[in-house]
């Protein structure tokens, strides 16, 4: 289970950090990634990590502001929000690859985050 936290009302220009919490059990040795779906908009990959954390990814819109981490010793994985956007508004959920089936197959609630103008 996943269970995401950390969303909020913020300023044009501010910063959040979200956290992704894993319970139930261990996402260690898992590839994780942050997910976001604005209103009428279909959902999108805002930035994945590999398992170990060496090495990650992001989509063009969020790069150079957003970065995503994650620390196995606590079973969590973060995205720090920087110089947020009116457009960064959306719902945000973490997932994790599952090798089984070649896809995010394990999400989150989601948490929202609204940027205001």
């Known amino acids: 289970q996943l269970v995401e936290s950390g969303g909020g009302l913020v300023q044009a220009g501010g910063s959040l950090r979200l956290s992704c919490a894993a319970s139930g059990r261990t996402f260690s040795n898992y590839n994780m990634a942050w997910f976001r779906q604005a209103p009428g908009k279909e959902r999108e990959l805002v930035a994945s990590i590999d398992w170990s954390g060496t090495r990650t990814d992001y989509a063009n819109s969020v790069k150079g502001r957003f970065t995503i981490s994650r620390d196995n010793t606590k079973n969590t994985v973060y995205l720090q929000m920087n110089s947020l956007k009116p457009e960064d508004t959306a719902v945000y959920y973490c997932?994790?690859?599952?090798?089984?089936?070649?896809?995010?197959?394990?999400w989150g609630q989601g948490t929202q985050v609204t940027v205001s103008s």
């Open positions: 997932a994790a690859w599952s090798t089984v089936v070649a896809r995010y197959n394990y």
